[in-house]
């Protein structure tokens, strides 16, 4: 059953102080209780996306884990502190409550520069992505298929280079 994550307080997401911005009435609590179980875990510094939908959306695909109509969105976007997205990564594969683990390049996060994004959430199962543009185009890079780890790796020196 799940619970919206409006019903939390900020003790229970201490290091989250960002959330109290956004509207988590359409959010399951359990994300933010493996949220703040990934930061504590990690060490990590982690600043929830402030974009529209990155936590929940009303419109779109029903297949979207952020999709929050009938149902609670699973799902989040993060900005870990710079330079160490692979190092969250590799936290949020060890936890199997994270069922999608997405990592994109071609995101801008707080500060508006070019600054990776990581997707979390709670699906069944496990789905990997790496997403990037290709001469405009959103692309999307599924493992172990694919161009996975290349777009990893030229997406964290794109990040390096700037």
Not at 15 to 38: R, T
Not at 95 to 123: A, C, N, S, V
Request: glycine share 8%; charged share 25%.
């Amino acid at each position: 059953m799940q619970t919206p994550a409006s019903t939390l307080t900020s003790a229970d997401y201490p290091n989250f102080p960002e959330l109290k911005k956004i509207d988590l009435s359409k959010v399951d609590a359990a994300l933010i209780h493996q949220l703040q179980f990934l930061r504590k875990r990690s060490g990590v510094p982690l600043i929830p996306s402030p974009a529209r939908g990155a936590w929940s959306r009303t419109w779109g695909s029903r297949g979207s884990r952020h999709y929050a109509i009938d149902r609670l969105s699973d799902a989040g976007d993060l900005f870990p502190e710079r330079d160490r997205l692979m190092e969250v990564w590799l936290y949020a594969v060890q936890m199997q409550e994270f069922g999608g683990i997405g990592l994109y390049f071609d995101t801008k996060g707080p500060d508006g520069k070019l600054w990776p994004m990581i997707h979390l959430d709670l699906r069944p199962g496990r789905l990997f992505w790496a997403c990037h543009l290709d001469d405009g185009v959103r692309r999307y890079e599924y493992f172990p298929a694919g161009r996975f780890w290349e777009v990893i790796t030229e997406g964290l020196k794109e990040v390096r280079d700037e």
